[in-house]
RNA sequence: GGCCCUGUAGUUCAACGGAUAGAACGGAAGUUUCCUAAACUUUAAAUACAGGUUCGAUUCCUGUCGGGGCUACCA
C-alpha cells in the first residue's frame, strides 16, 4: 500500500470512529504540497467541516493530530486556513531512493491479463506525402500506446491505410496521362512526394477543364466539375478498379508501393512504427456485408435508388448513407469493416481511434451504426480527437500551398540542431556518425516535445517562420538535463560501478533533495493519469518540472565535489533515480535522450 | 440555422472545484577560478463579458461576444 493509501485510510478511520460517518469519497484524495508551504502532502479539510462542525483549521489541527499518532511516517503538519499540510519524515524519503533506485523499469507497470488496447493512428491517404497534421497524429498515436504499455495494457499499435477509392484514381489517372512513365527509380524522387505531385496536376487539369465549360456556358462550378471529362475518367478508372481490370491494378499496385516505400521512410524518421497494416481496399467488402446485415435486421433502410441509409436518432434530418446507389462503399462503409475485423483479430477492451476533431461527427455515427447492429464492441470505440496544427494565417491548405511538410520540416529541425550545437562546441570530439546522430535526436526531440506538450484536444499554432525553440521548456532543456547527469554518472564511476547502497543520515537531507524526491514519487501515477486521459502532455509537462527542480539543485549543491562522501554519493544515486525518470518520461514520448551534448 | 470544440501575460503553453493563476519565449537586470551557461537568479505582465451554483469557480451551469470545426452518394 502506498503511503498516500495509507494516510488516506486514517483519514477515514479517524473520521469514522470519532464522529460515526463515512468521510465523503470525493475529499479522500491528497495534492502535491505547493512549493511555498512546508509539506509534501496537502489534504483539504473545507469537506470535513460538516462532519466536525468546528471552523477549518479546527477541523485540520484535529486531523491532524490524529495522523501523526496513527501514521508512523508522518512527522509533522501545519495549518493554513482550511489546508492540511502534512510532512513525512525524511528516513520516508531516503529510504523511497533507497527501495527504487536501480529500477530502470521505474513508474511503469508490468502487463496485465486484461482485454487488449487497439490504437489506431497516421492512417494517411496514399495519395498525398505526410504533413504536419499528421506529425501530430502519429506523435500522438505513438506516445498514448506507449502510455497505455507503460499503465500495463496489452497494446496494439494499427495503421489503416486509405488506399483505394476516387482520390486514388485522380493520381492514377493524371501519371497515366502525363507521367510519361517517370517513376521513384528514373527520377530519384521519393515516392509520396512523385505520386503527390500527379495529384496536384488532376487538380490544376481539371480546374482548366472546368474553367472551359464555364466559358462554355456551365453556371454552377460544382456541375462543372462533375461534368469535366477528367473527372468522367477518373470515375471510370475507380469502376475499372473495382471490378478488378488487370491493368489498372498493376498501376494501383506500383504507384501504392512507391508511396508505402516513402512513407516508410518518413516513419522511420518519426520513430514510429505499427504492429499491423489495415488497407482499405482490404476492409470496404467486409464493410458492405456489415451493411447488408443491418438490412437483414431491418436497423438500415434501403431507398428505391437502391442506396441504403441509417436514421439516427429518430431524426429524419439525422440521415446517414452507408451505401451509394451505385452500390460501391463511402468512408463509413470500410469502417464498419475495419471496426469488425480489429475485433476479430485482437478482441480489445478498447479501440482508440486517433483521428482530428473534424471527424467528432463521423466517429459519432460510427458508433451509434455500430449500437444499431448490435455490436458487443460498439462501445469499445474510443475516438481520440486532437485538435489541428494551424499556422499565423490559419489552417494548412494544400490548394494554396501553405501545408508544412514533413519531411522538409524534420530536415529543417535537424539542421537548427546542428547549427545551434555547433554553435556552443560542445561535441567537437564527435565522429561524424555521432554527431549526425545527436542532431537527429536533438531536432526531432524539439519537434516531438514541441507538440506533445500541448493538451491534444486543443488546437495547436506552428510558426514556421520561428524556428521551434531549444531553450526553456522545450525537448533539448530536458535533454540537456539527462545528458549533464549522464556526465555526473560517468564521472563518479569512472570504470569501477557504482555502490548500490543508498543510505543518508535524515537531518542531513535538503529541501531541494526532497523536492526531487516528492516530484519522483509522483511519476507512476502521472503515468497513470496520462493513461486514463490519453494525454502525452502530462507525460511532458511532468518530464519540464523535474528537469526544472534538478536544474535547481544541480545549481545550489554540488554532486561530486561534495566532501561529505554520505551525502555526494546520495546525490549520485538520487541523480541517476532523476535520469532514469527522464528517460522512461521521454521514451513515453517517442524522445530519445543523449548521454552528451 | 443546428450540433461540437475553444477563449488565461505581447506570444506559445500549464493549473483532479482549492491556498497569492504557474512556466517558457520576448522585454529589463544579474550569475561562470565550481560536476556541461541548451543552465540558474531577480523583475514587469493575463483568466473575453454578465449572471448563477458553492465554504471556495480559470475550471461546473446559463446568456452575450470572439475563434475553429462539422452538418457531402469526399475522405
Aim: aromatic content about 10%; proline content about 4%; overall charge negative.
Amino acid at each position: 500500500m502506498s503511503i498516500t493509501q495509507v494516510i488516506l485510510e486514517a483519514v477515514s478511520d479517524f473520521v469514522f470512529e470519532q464522529y460515526g460517518e463515512d468521510a465523503p469519497l470525493q475529499a479522500l484524495t491528497l495534492q502535491k504540497t505547493r512549493k511555498e508551504f512546508s509539506g509534501d502532502f496537502t489534504l483539504v479539510v473545507f469537506p470535513f467541516v460538516k462532519i466536525t462542525k468546528v471552523s477549518p483549521e479546527a477541523t485540520a489541527k484535529l486531523i491532524g493530530d490524529a495522523l501523526i499518532e496513527r501514521v508512523d511516517e508522518l512527522q509533522s503538519y501545519n495549518v493554513i486556513k482550511g489546508f492540511l499540510n502534512l510532512s513525512l519524515h525524511p528516513n520516508f524519503w531516503i529510504d523511497y531512493l533507497a527501495r527504487n533506485s536501480g529500477n530502470a523499469r521505474f513508474g511503469f507497470r508490468p502487463k496485465g491479463e486484461g482485454a487488449p488496447v487497439v490504437v489506431e493512428y497516421s492512417s494517411p491517404n496514399t495519395n498525398k506525402p505526410l504533413h504536419l497534421g499528421h506529425v501530430r497524429n502519429n506523435l500522438l498515436g505513438y506516445s498514448v500506446a506507449k502510455i497505455l504499455e507503460a499503465s500495463g495494457r496489452r497494446v496494439y499499435k494499427v495503421n489503416l491505410v486509405n488506399d483505394r477509392g476516387i482520390h486514388i484514381c485522380k493520381s492514377m489517372l493524371a501519371w497515366i496521362k502525363y507521367g510519361k512513365g517517370r517513376t521513384p527509380y528514373t527520377t530519384g524522387m521519393k515516392g509520396d512526394k512523385l505520386v503527390g505531385e500527379y495529384y496536384v496536376k488532376f487538380e490544376t487539369e481539371l480546374k482548366i477543364q472546368v474553367g472551359e465549360l464555364m466559358l462554355a456556358g456551365y453556371t454552377d462550378e460544382e456541375i462543372a466539375r462533375k461534368d469535366a471529362p477528367l473527372m468522367k475518367e477518373a470515375q471510370e478508372l475507380l469502376r475499372k478498379w473495382e471490378d478488378g481490370d488487370a491493368q489498372t491494378l498493376a498501376i494501383w499496385c506500383a504507384m501504392n508501393g512507391w508511396v508505402y516505400e516513402g512513407f516508410n521512410q518518413t516513419y522511420r524518421k518519426l520513430g514510429v512504427e505499427f504492429d499491423k497494416t489495415y488497407y482499405e481496399s482490404e476492409t470496404y467488402l467486409l464493410g458492405k456485408e456489415l451493411v447488408m446485415e443491418g438490412l437483414k435486421k431491418g436497423v438500415f433502410e434501403k431507398r428505391s435508388d437502391n442506396s441504403v441509409w441509417v436514421t439516427l436518432n429518430n431524426d429524419p434530418l439525422d440521415e446517414k448513407l452507408l451505401l451509394r446507389s451505385d452500390g460501391t462503399s463511402v468512408y463509413i462503409t470500410q469502417d464498419l469493416g475495419t471496426a469488425q475485423l480489429r475485433f476479430d483479430d485482437f478482441y480489445p477492451g478498447e479501440m482508440i481511434y486517433v483521428v482530428g476533431n473534424e471527424q467528432n461527427y463521423h466517429f459519432e455515427v460510427l458508433q451509434k451504426v455500430l449500437q444499431k447492429l448490435r455490436k458487443p464492441y460498439a462501445d469499445a470505440v474510443y475516438h481520440l480527437s486532437y485538435g489541428m496544427v494551424e499556422l499565423p494565417e490559419g489552417k494548412m491548405k494544400s490548394r494554396e500551398g501553405t501545408v508544412v511538410d514533413a519531411d522538409d520540416l524534420f530536415e529543417e529541425m535537424v539542421d537548427t540542431a546542428r547549427r545551434t550545437t555547433e554553435e556552443l562546441g560542445k561535441v567537437q570530439d564527435f565522429s561524424e556518425e555521432e554527431k549526425a546522430q545527436l542532431y537527429n535526436i536533438l531536432g526531432m526531440g524539439a519537434l516531438k516535445y514541441f507538440i506533445l506538450k500541448v493538451d491534444p484536444k486543443k488546437n495547436m499554432l506552428f510558426n514556421p517562420s520561428e524556428s521551434i525553440d531549444f531553450n526553456g521548456n522545450t525537448g533539448p532543456f530536458i535533454q540537456y538535463t539527462y545528458a549533464r547527469i549522464s556526465s555526473i554518472l560517468r564521472m563518479a564511476q569512472s570504470g569501477k560501478p557504482l555502490q548500490a547502497k543508498v543510505q543518508l543520515a535524515p537531518e542531513k537531507l535538503n529541501l531541494l533533495e526532497r523536492n526531487l524526491l516528492r516530484t519522483i514519487f509522483d511519476f507512476p501515477g502521472v503515468v497513470l493519469d496520462a493513461a486514463n486521459a490519453h494525454s502525452p502532455a502530462q507525460i511532458a509537462n511532468y518530464a519540464y518540472d523535474l528537469c526544472k527542480e534538478y536544474n535547481q539543485f544541480y545549481h545550489e549543491h554540488s554532486v561530486l565535489n561534495e566532501p561529505d562522501p554520505q551525502i555526494s554519493h546520495f546525490r549520485v544515486k538520487l541523480s541517476e533515480m532523476v535520469s532514469t525518470v527522464v528517460k522512461n518520461a521521454m521514451s513515453l514520448l517517442g524522445i530519445d535522450v543523449p548521454e552528451r551534448m
